[in-house]
T-cell receptor, first 112, second 113 residues
Framework: QKEVEQDPGPLSVPEGAIVSLNCTYSNSAFQYFMWYRQYSRKGPELLMYTYSSGNKEDGRFTAQVDKSSKYISLFIRDSQPSDSATYLCAMRVTGGGNKLTFGTGTQLKVEL | DTGVSQNPRHKITKRGQNVTFRCDPISEHNRLYWYRQTLGQGPEFLTYFQNEAQLEKSRLLSDRFSAERPKGSFSTLEIQRTEQGDSAMYLC???????????FGQGTRLTVV
């Protein structure tokens, strides 16, 4: 079993929809949680960076961390075609040298 | 500052040849990381540097792989005697220190034929 599980999709939604992306993990030592967006053949771009449990909002994006359930989410409001990409969750432990463990990524397509 | 820069962007090589990739991190970022990403998978950690010191290597980094960061600035990743299984995107990332977020470059896509 992988340390971080993520549904690979693909997930297809209409423009304007609310998108929910999720990851589960098994290592209770993970303390830092990130979401990266990756366009085809490009490097991952950091979207959200959170520490421990709770919510964080940035524009149309909201990240949620529930450490008790070992479950993290990314919500995208008013989704746009330009949001079509692969979304990777990543996490790390404290003092782990900032070494990230990634999910497999969820491929999202926002259709007109 | 234009972010993390990787060169070349694409490399096609014949099996058995050696290849070298370069990464220029964001200036004043002390930490530099190498990851490998295969199709349909998330990036997997290979190794990281604190300034010029290589502090950790994944078991994915076989003895055909070597990474350096000689002056604590740019880094190189060399693969000797390439195999078809080495075909992947090689990603470099940097962070200011151990507690700040990591930013990735655009990657070097390696194809071994």
């Amino acid at each position: 079993q992988k340390e971080v599980e993520q549904d690979p999709g693909p997930l297809s939604v209409p423009e304007g929809a609310i998108v929910s992306l999720n990851c589960t993990y098994s290592n209770s030592a993970f303390q830092y949680f990130m979401w990266y967006r990756q366009y085809s053949r490009k490097g991952p771009e950091l979207l959200m960076y959170t520490y421990s449990s709770g919510n964080k909002e940035d524009g149309r994006f909201t990240a949620q961390v529930d450490k008790s359930s070992k479950y993290i989410s990314l919500f995208i409001r008013d989704s746009q075609p330009s949001d079509s990409a692969t979304y990777l969750c990543a996490m790390r432990v404290t003092g782990g040298g900032n070494k990230l463990t990634f999910g497999t990524g969820t491929q999202l397509k926002v259709e007109l | 500052d234009t972010g993390v820069s990787q060169n070349p962007r694409h490399k096609i090589t014949k099996r058995g040849q050696n290849v070298t990739f370069r990464c220029d991190p964001i200036s004043e970022h002390n930490r530099l990381y190498w990851y490998r990403q295969t199709l349909g998978q998330g990036p997997e950690f290979l190794t990281y540097f604190q300034n010029e010191a290589q502090l950790e290597k994944s078991r994915l980094l076989s003895d055909r792989f070597s990474a350096e960061r000689p002056k604590g600035s740019f880094s190189t990743l060399e693969i000797q005697r390439t195999e078809q299984g080495d075909s992947a995107m090689y990603l470099c990332a940097s962070s200011q220190d151990s507690n700040t977020e990591a930013f990735f470059g655009q990657g070097t896509r390696l194809t071994v034929v």
